[in-house]
Structures are given as C-alpha cells and as structure tokens.
C-alpha cells in the first residue's frame, strides 16, 4: 500500500485523511502469492471471478502453534478443526494427515470428513442434528457433543435400535452460574444450563448401554476470556458433579473462539474506530455509505450504541489465546485452569475455526466497471458479491490489495465497492476503502485471509451469478504451485 500520510482524500463533497486505512496483516505464503500479480491474473482469466485460494499446509503449521501450548502444559486432549470455516476439501485432507480431529455441524460436513480421510472417531459431531446426521454419526463412531436432552433421547434410540456400540457424548452447557463476582455470560440457544445437569444425568443414567459420557463442552461467541474462564470452570466443577453420580468423564471441550488479528497495526484500527465515532456525530466528512455507523448513532452532540465490529486488531489471538486462558486462575477452585486439568488428568478439546484458517488463504474478484456517481463518490463494481467475500458480514473490516497488474501507482482513490447482485445493499463493505490509485476495469481485488468464514460460509448461486471455484497453492520448488481443490492430496508439491 502506498501511503501519502497527512494528505486528504476528498470523498461525498468531503474529505478522507490519506491515513484512514485498514492494512491487512499477510505473512508467509500468503505474501509470495501477492507477489505473483501476473500468476494470479491468469487464473482468475482461467477459472473467473470471483476465485478462491487455499493454503492448506498453513492450516497444519497453525494447529502446530496450538499443539504446542498443549505441550507446554504437558497437557492432552484433541484439536478439532471447526469445518463450517470452510468448505475446502484441500484443508480437510491436509488436516486428516496430522493428528488432528474435525468438529462437523451438519451431515454434509461429516461425509466430508469421512471421505478426506478422517476416521470416526477423530470426528466430533456439534450443532443441530436431525435423525440422519445422529445415525451416521453413531454409526461410525463419532464424538457427539450432544446440544440438549431431546438429542440425547435420540441417540440412544438409533443406538439401541440398531444394535451400535455405545456413542462418546459431551454435554454442551450453554449457561454456568457465576461463583463469585458476578461475569456477564450472555445467553445461548445450544447447549444446556448448568442447572439442568442432574436432570441430564438422570437421562445419561438410565441409557448407560447406548450412551458414554466423554464430559463437558462449551463455545462461547465471544471475544472475552473473562467469559470463557468462568466457563471452563463450570465445566470443571460439572465433571465433579458427574464422578459423583458414578461417571468416568475424561474429557473437557472448550469450542472455538480463539481469534485472529487481521490487521498488520494497531494504530489504523484505533484511528479508524476513532475517527467513524466523530464522522457518525458530524464532525467530519462521512466515511462510510450515507454515515453507516456500524452500530454507532449520533443522540445530539452524544456518540450512542456500540461499535458492532470484530476488534480486527488484536494482540492476543489463536493460540496465544489459548495459553492466556490456560492460564488464568480458576476463582472457585483456586489455582490455574491448566493446573487444574493437568491435576484431573482431563483431555483438553478445542474445535478452533477461524483461528486455525488464520492466513490460509485470499479471495481474488476482478474489476468490472469504475463509476462516478452524482454525488462524487466512486463506485466499483467487482465480479463478485458481498456473499463471495462475506468480511462485511462477520463485522471484519480490512482492506483489500490492489493488484498492480498493469498500472504503475498513482493518487490514493477513496472508493465504495458494490457487488454483482441487483439488491442495493450488495456491497462488499459500506465504507470507503482508500485504494493507492484509482482502479481500471480488469484490476484484481484480493481479500486477504478470507479462509475463515469469509470466502464460501455464505456463498450461494444468487441470480445465477458465477461462483468462485476454489484452487489449492502450495510450496514447490522455492516457489509455490496449484491446483483445483478437489485434486489436491497431502505430499502435492513434495519431491518424493
Ligand atoms: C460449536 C462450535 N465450535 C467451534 C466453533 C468455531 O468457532 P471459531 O471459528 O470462532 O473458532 C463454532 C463456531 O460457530 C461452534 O459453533
């Protein structure tokens, strides 16, 4: 990105500070791919826009960072990849040559996984499950990390009907009691409350033959650690509760959530949540379609609401997460959490998504038309859709890079970038993106670390438009190389 700090960019009849940019952070891989502008131009040329790259050997090296803070606390326990981040079959056959696990939310995933390799009982089966999706799962030995009593009932009736072996299941708990200090733990639909486990319990013990308790789980939609200690000490203290109703649980799951920093510095973030406060309240040009405030909204002179963002920058993230958590001592039980489970010889599960997908791949669209509406605005449309390249979605805002495939760097371009669909609020985002020059229609876009949740999470056949194919790039000869998704096995690129 080329940056004119302290110049102003004009923008609706007003002005954008040269420096209001959300670079994104790009390491590895990731960046010898940006660096092959003219490779990147013929694929898309080949495949179209939009197209999607994946990284799977990255994917291996992140779950490596988490398996590491495992063995600093001499610590065991399985790490399942939460597949709904992405559909790639590249990233699933890559995960299924380590030692991984998969978490799968549907029947679709499942089959998935089991067809990449993974046998059923590295497979951990969460979310809402219909009949089909229960049968399968228990035929073939998956975990199920059961969402409430009705599922259990289930399972235990397909497993006695059908004569399976006794199905592993952790009990989801979606609501804990806080001992202490009082923590917001905001509410759930999954799992059930920790007051409802003797009733749970009951229900475990009358179907002792077709149901094993593993043990506890739980995800939290939440950034805050605070939130996800208090329940990793409820799932402590349920296991306690277990043992005395005469089960042998071993396992606690602590779901996803770890996080990643999407942002290459702290300081474009602060400046630019700073500056979309003053914007929404008036005191300076807007900065974003007709002032959107993202959850922002002016009361008078008064800056009200909460910035409803993903905090796109973050110092603590993936598995430093994980090891800052581990960490923090357990207020009720008086000694860290990794401590306690060390003491308990409990297994430690996790089921990142996102932070396990953390710069495995990008996004590429096109440029299809540059347009100057009456307000002044520029607007650029892209062959792609705001479902494609779905970060506005998940509340992620980060730039997009410019490839530079033909033109050399000019004036800093503060543009709105519209997608392929005829609804009005098919924007890729509703602020202006400062791009280094004024692009051209045959210009790429790349979307950086879309891999998690933004490239194919939503992604659908709306008014027949094209759907990005996905291709896998890995190391080869110094360099790197590709193919289609589907054709890509763990080894490709090895010299054997
Ligand atoms: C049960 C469960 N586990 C794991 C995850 C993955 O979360 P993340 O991608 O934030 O790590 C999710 C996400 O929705 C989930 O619902």
């Not at 988490?66 to 699933?92: C, D, P, Q």
């Not at 409990?346 to 509406?373: K, M, N």
């Amino acid at each position: 990105m080329h940056l004119n700090r302290g110049v102003t960019v004009e923008l609706e009849g007003g002005a954008v500070d040269a420096d209001l940019v959300l670079r994104p952070r790009v390491d590895g891989l990731l960046t010898e791919v940006l660096a092959a502008p003219e490779r990147l131009a013929e694929l898309v040329e080949a495949l179209g826009s939009p197209l999607n790259l994946v990284l799977p050997r990255r994917l291996a090296e992140n779950a490596a960072a988490f398996r590491a803070v495992y063995a600093e606390h001499r610590l065991g326990g399985t790490i399942y990849f939460a597949h709904k981040a992405n559909r790639s079959t590249a990233l699933v056959r890559e995960l299924a040559a380590t030692g991984c696990g998969i978490d799968v939310a549907s029947l679709g995933e499942l089959r998935h996984a089991l067809a990449a390799g993974f046998a059923g009982e590295r497979i951990m089966a969460t979310g809402p499950k219909d009949a089909e999706f229960l049968w399968l799962a228990a035929r073939v030995g998956a975990v199920v990390g059961a969402d409430s009593a009705a599922e259990l009932t289930s399972l235990a009736g397909i497993v006695d009907r059908f004569g399976f072996d006794p199905v592993r299941v952790l009990i989801r708990i979606g609501g804990f009691d806080s001992p202490g200090v009082p923590i917001l733990s905001r509410p759930s639909r999954f799992g059930v409350h920790a007051r409802e486990l003797p009733a749970v319990y009951d229900l475990l013990d009358r179907h002792r033959s077709e149901l094993r308790l593993l043990g506890t789980a739980f995800h939290l939609d939440t950034t805050g650690i605070e939130e996800k200690a208090l329940a990793l000490e409820g799932c402590l203290l349920a296991m306690g509760e277990a043992m005395a109703r005469g089960f042998a649980p071993t396992a606690i799951d602590i779901g996803g959530g770890f996080g990643v920093n999407y942002l290459a510095a702290r300081a474009d973030w602060e400046r630019y949540t700073t500056e979309l406060g003053r914007a929404v309240l008036g005191r300076r040009p807007a900065m974003t379609w007709q002032n959107y405030g993202y959850g922002l909204r002016a009361d008078g002179a008064t800056l009200r609401g909460g910035l409803g963002l993903y905090p796109a920058h973050r110092d603590l993230a993936g598995a430093d997460y994980l090891a800052e958590l581990l960490a923090r001592e357990s207020a009720a039980l008086g000694r860290p959490l990794a401590t306690l489970l060390l003491e308990n010889l409990y297994d430690l599960h996790i089921e990142p998504g996102r932070a396990l997908t953390d710069q495995c791949g990008l996004t590429l669209a096109r440029v299809a038309e540059v347009r100057t509406l009456h307000t002044g605005d520029t607007l650029v449309r892209l062959a792609a859709n705001s479902r494609d390249i779905s970060t506005e979605d998940h509340a992620v805002l980060m730039d997009p890079v410019l490839l530079p495939a033909r033109q050399a760097p000019g004036e800093q371009a503060p543009v709105y970038l519209g997608g392929n669909l005829c609804l009005e609020d098919d924007f890729l985002t509703r602020r202006a993106v400062l791009l280094p020059r004024l692009p051209v229609p045959g210009d790429l876009l790349a979307f950086v670390n879309t891999a998690g949740y933004f490239m194919d999470f939503a992604a659908g056949p709306a008014l027949m438009q094209a759907q990005a194919r996905t291709v896998a790039v890995y190391p080869e000869d110094g360099g790197w190389g590709w193919c289609l998704d589907e054709q890509y096995w763990p080894g490709k690129g090895d010299r054997s």
